[in-house]
């Protein structure tokens, strides 16, 4: 099984692969591009679970293969791949996901004109993920962690013939180098002060003593400013939402295993950095805590189904992150396992919403309606994407959100539980509102479709079995991934500072749990299926709220008025002192030249006769001053 784990880094370079050959033989392949990043996807699929197993047979320990790459002076900097717990249950996440991504694309964007460069795309996505996921120092992440991010660029912006989908990428790419950009002094830091960019390296000399508190918060909080870029917080969430711009399968990519989960992931990985400073700990809780409830109180009155679900994603990364921030070992595995069965349940829920765009050929939820019996498989598995990411037992969301609701409370964090739970109610009553919306009632729109091709619900239907049966392998029951993901190295450094206790809800607050969901659902049902309860009963008295709800709290405003339009003012008189007074200068100074080396060609034109005149009048010039000089002689012996 070892020898298994010593080739995971072939897993990556699969989907490599796929892309080189789309990118030279796309043209000639047409769509046949799509077999080519599914067979080499399916590939590192199948390797991805391999290894994963190898790793979760007892006995097997961590692997950690580094090899040199550069030498600087005294220190020398690796490259390599390791495979632990974590990474292990991302590599099967990622290659899963991505596989049943690839095989639905090829319904979905069936006729695109550009369907080879989509897979290409897809391919290099893939491959900087996996990339990012098996990368055992901080520098080899921040490689892939930039490549990931060019990867969404240009996947977000697919369509670069509309004015959105290119204001989209751009604006993807630039708020995240915000983030990037403290990951980036996070790291620079870390490598200044232990003389390494290794995981385990890091690890040891802070559990040594050998830095000081406020050095451990600051590249903490620094790395965290990156996880916060790449998975959509506080405040620099505003990204993601206009991300859905692109197609719909890209959707599914980013917000379920791919760039989202890189945030999350990143700050699981580097968790022995975190539990060292209390400081941390608690930005990372309360930035999550509030991106959960603000993103869903945003997710309540949205139109656009993609929307609904880009803003419901914000609001589940904000969940993982409240509980890696709030609950030690609990919170670690808790914010880990609901990355795993999120990842799933959310995959489904967009292509599922793909489904649907591609059958009536709207986004707007109220142009849609009556579906459920024009597409049965879409409907049934959209429903249970709801049911899980709601929490309702005994689906996979029900289980992660009650360890995580647990770990809060065993912690003893209060206010956290309680912004947990309130969340959780918005969680319940916006998927439901968009599921009654778009399956229940009459067809409210224009293009009536039908039920999508085998080709594109056969992974819903995948999904939607994981959806439900993922969250076994960690119940009060039979905490099976609690005691694998703390087995490691990592959870050795956890169980060090918080012990190793399970998080699992007491049976009060599951039951607490439970019925929160189900007041959610129940008031999405009467509002939009029984409809004997108008929606604008709750508007109506509070117009504000409403506008402030569905306009995003006009963060979007506030940064185009604060930071978009002073820079763009900056940038304008930039450019005026550069073309004015920069380009002035160097103008004047080209012109001086010029003229200067004209007036010397008019005298060396290379006429006998002028250079004859030259010639006398310098001669005539000098017997006048020798005369001069010879009466001012005189005159000064005359004086004396």
Not at 171 to 181: I, Q
Not at 200 to 209: A, Y
Not at 329 to 352: E, P, R, W
């Amino acid at each position: 099984m070892d020898t298994i784990m010593q080739y995971a880094w072939l897993i990556p370079l699969f989907p490599l692969f796929a892309f080189i050959v789309i990118v030279s033989f796309g043209r000639q392949l047409k769509e046949g591009a799509a077999w080519v990043g599914i067979f080499f996807t399916a590939a590192a699929f199948v390797m991805a679970a391999a290894t994963f197993w190898a790793r979760f047979q007892e006995g097997a320990q961590d692997l950690k293969v580094p090899m040199e790459w550069l030498h600087v002076g005294d220190t020398v900097i690796r490259m390599g791949y390791e495979v632990n717990q974590l990474n292990a249950m991302m590599l099967v996440i990622v290659t899963f996901v991505s596989l049943l991504v690839q095989i639905y694309s090829k319904g979905y964007m069936h006729g695109d004109e550009r369907f080879p460069v989509f897979y290409q795309y897809l391919a290099l996505f893939t491959f900087s993920m996996l990339g990012l996921v098996i990368s055992p120092n901080l520098l080899q992440v921040y490689i892939f962690w930039e490549l990931v991010g060019v990867c969404s660029f240009l996947l977000v912006g697919y369509y670069f013939y509309k004015p959105e989908a290119k204001a989209a990428a751009k604006k993807a790419f630039m708020v995240t180098r915000v983030g990037d950009l403290g990951l980036f002094i996070g790291i620079c830091l870390l490598f200044w002060w232990t003389g390494s960019f290794e995981y385990s390296e890091i690890f040891t000399t802070i559990s040594l003593g050998k830095l000081e508190p406020w050095m451990i918060t600051l590249a903490a909080v620094l790395i965290f400013i990156g996880a916060v870029g790449k998975s959509g917080q506080f405040p620099l969430h505003t990204w993601l939402p206009d991300a859905m711009e692109g197609p719909t399968p890209v959707s599914a990519l980013i917000h379920a295993a791919t760039m989202v989960a890189a945030g999350v992931y990143l700050v699981a990985a580097t968790y022995p950095l975190f539990i060292a400073s209390e400081t941390a700990l608690n930005v990372v809780a309360y930035v999550g805590g509030f991106t959960a409830i603000f993103a869903a109180s945003i997710g309540l009155t949205q139109r656009d189904i993609k929307r609904v679900l880009a803003y419901s994603t914000v609001s589940q990364l904000g969940y993982m992150m409240l509980a890696l921030g709030a609950a030690g070992a609990a919170g670690y595995v808790a914010g880990s396992f609901h990355l795993m069965t999120h990842a799933f349940f959310k995959a489904l829920l967009f292509l599922a919403a793909g489904s649907v765009i591609h059958a009536v050929h709207t986004q707007d939820v109220f142009e849609m309606g009556g579906l459920w019996k024009k597409m049965p498989i879409t409907a049934v598995t959209f429903l249970i994407g709801c049911l899980a990411i709601a929490g309702v037992p005994p689906f996979a969301g029900f289980w992660s959100k009650e360890a995580i609701l647990g770990a809060v409370y065993s912690a003893h964090r209060f206010d956290l539980l309680w912004i947990a739970i309130i969340a959780a109610f918005f969680t319940a009553f916006y998927m439901f509102r968009l599921f009654f919306l778009t399956f229940v009632g009459t067809f409210r729109g224009e293009h009536e479709g039908h039920e999508s091709p085998a080709v594109m619900t056969t992974p819903l239907v995948i999904l939607a079995f994981l959806a439900v049966v993922a969250g076994f392998v960690n119940t009060p029951f039979a905490p099976v991934l609690h005691e694998w993901l703390l087995n490691g190295s990592t959870g050795e450094a956890i169980g060090m500072v918080f012990g190793s206790e399970e998080g699992h809800a007491a049976a009060w607050l599951q039951a607490v749990a439970i019925l929160v969901s189900l007041l959610g659902i129940l008031l999405a049902y009467l509002m939009y299926a029984k409809k004997s309860v108008s929606p604008d009963a709750i508007s109506r008295p509070l117009p504000w709220l409403y506008q402030l709800s569905y306009r995003k709290y006009y963060v979007d405003e506030v940064y185009h008025h604060v930071f978009v339009k002073p820079l763009r003012w900056l940038g304008y008189a930039l450019n005026w002192f550069d073309r004015y007074v920069v380009d002035g200068l160097v103008s004047l100074t080209a012109k001086l030249t010029n003229w200067i080396g004209a007036l010397h060609a008019r005298l060396q034109n290379g006429q006998i006769q002028s250079y004859g005149a030259v010639v006398l009048l310098g001669l005539l010039l000098l017997v006048i001053a020798l005369g001069l000089s010879a009466q001012g002689g005189g005159l000064f012996g005359h004086g004396q």
